[in-house]
């Protein structure tokens, strides 16, 4: 390993775990000295810190003025599992899936609620094909697959006049992506992803079709407390002004609101998504230049630009589950980066978060690093055993 030559440059934030995700850059503990610790949440201070973190979210992501935006307990999957809970049943359901959070929600519809549904499955770094998807049934997908670095490109495909609900995983997508609000009837996602915020709580958007759904349909099994919408078969509007179900934790809350100041002061989303299609850029570029390594994703046009996913190509590879965890585990040890192996379901490879609280310097300088390890990895591997 002697003329393997060690990258001069080191990324001054080697946070690049898909999740928890890092900071902004302007994060610093002293900035939530305002958090009402100690506090209600209930009380005046409280109500207002959450109803702030609603208007912030819809103003910078566009939601529109008749969508309710809710928050929720237990992080992404807590607003996933209360749409499904709560809505599915009353008509026909499609499952789509392509990555491992996908197929959890399969899981969910088919073996806990058991509903006869049509499930299609597309393999890692592929995605389901939309126009093939009746979308008079309510289907139920993840715009971007965290594990599988691949992503619905856009909205075009899901018809205005469609009778289903369309239950949308937005979770790494999210203040990264654009989202079709009028092709979107529950959207969900948590803080600790794009905005690199604390996690456990989600956020649920529900369009006024959504709430039609829940205010004339009650579903055939019981509803836990932390999952109840309504009240009396009436929307429960508290949770949509941020009187939440559960207790929330302030201190993550004013973790939220200085990511959603940032965003706001940088120039909102425009911005955010700019800096997510940097980051990811940096990556495409550094990769097509090598035979050694390539996008999990196979169609560029359906590539992630937050969670993007990687797998080693070059054929002196024996056991490419081990080699791609001996490279994560050296760029570890170096202090140059931080989990960025694959997902545990998912094949073989890294996985870099390319968000838009990530500085693209810091993307610029872990590429060198990449190939040093890969390098390293090669010659050691060649060693006699």
């Not at 509007?237 to 004013?254: K, Q, Y």
Request: aromatic share 8%.
């Amino acid at each position: 390993m002697s003329d393997i030559k060690t990258p001069a440059a080191r990324p001054a934030n080697p946070r690049f775990s898909s999740g928890p995700c890092a900071k902004p850059p302007v994060f610093e503990l002293e900035k939530l000295a305002d958090a009402p610790l100690g506090r209600s949440h209930r009380a005046a201070i409280g109500k207002a810190k959450l109803a702030r973190a609603i208007d912030l979210t819809r103003e910078i992501l566009g939601v529109p003025a008749d969508y309710r935006i809710g928050i929720v307990p237990a992080s992404d999957t807590g607003a996933v599992e209360m749409a499904m809970w709560s809505l599915l049943g009353a008509r026909p359901v499609k499952m789509l899936a392509w990555e491992s959070f996908g197929e959890g929600w399969v899981t969910d519809a088919v073996k806990q609620l058991k509903l006869d549904a049509i499930v299609r499955k597309a393999d890692y770094g592929q995605i389901v094909d939309f126009a093939q998807v009746d979308f008079d049934r309510d289907v139920v997908f993840t715009w971007n697959g965290t594990t599988s670095g691949v992503r619905v490109p856009n909205g075009d495909a899901i018809p205005a006049n469609r009778e289903g609900l369309t239950i949308c995983d937005a979770t790494s997508a999210a203040f990264a992506m654009a989202l079709p609000w009028d092709k979107l009837d529950v959207t969900t996602f948590s803080w600790q992803k794009v905005l690199g915020g604390e996690a456990a709580h989600g956020m649920l958007i529900l369009s006024p079709r959504a709430v039609e759904r829940l205010e004339s349909y009650t579903p055939p099994w019981p509803l836990p407390k932390i999952f109840r919408l309504t009240k009396g078969g009436k929307l429960n509007e508290g949770i949509f002004r941020g009187e939440t179900i559960n207790t929330p934790s302030m201190l993550a809350v004013e973790d939220y609101l200085l990511a959603l100041d940032w965003a706001q002061s940088i120039g909102g989303l425009p911005a955010l998504i700019a800096r997510a299609d940097a980051n990811a850029g940096v990556v495409w570029d550094f990769i097509a230049s090598r035979d050694w390594i390539a996008n999990l994703a196979e169609d560029g046009a359906t590539a992630s630009t937050t969670s993007v996913c990687l797998k080693f190509t070059d054929a002196r590879i024996r056991d490419g589950a081990g080699f791609a965890k001996a490279v994560a585990k050296r760029l570890e040890a170096e202090g140059v980066a931080f989990d960025i192996g694959a997902y545990r379901d998912a094949p073989p490879g890294l996985r870099i978060w390319c968000g838009s609280t990530v500085e693209t310097a810091d993307i610029a300088a872990l590429m060198p690093w990449i190939e040093w390890a890969f390098q390293a990895e090669i010659a050691a591997q060649a060693q006699p055993a």
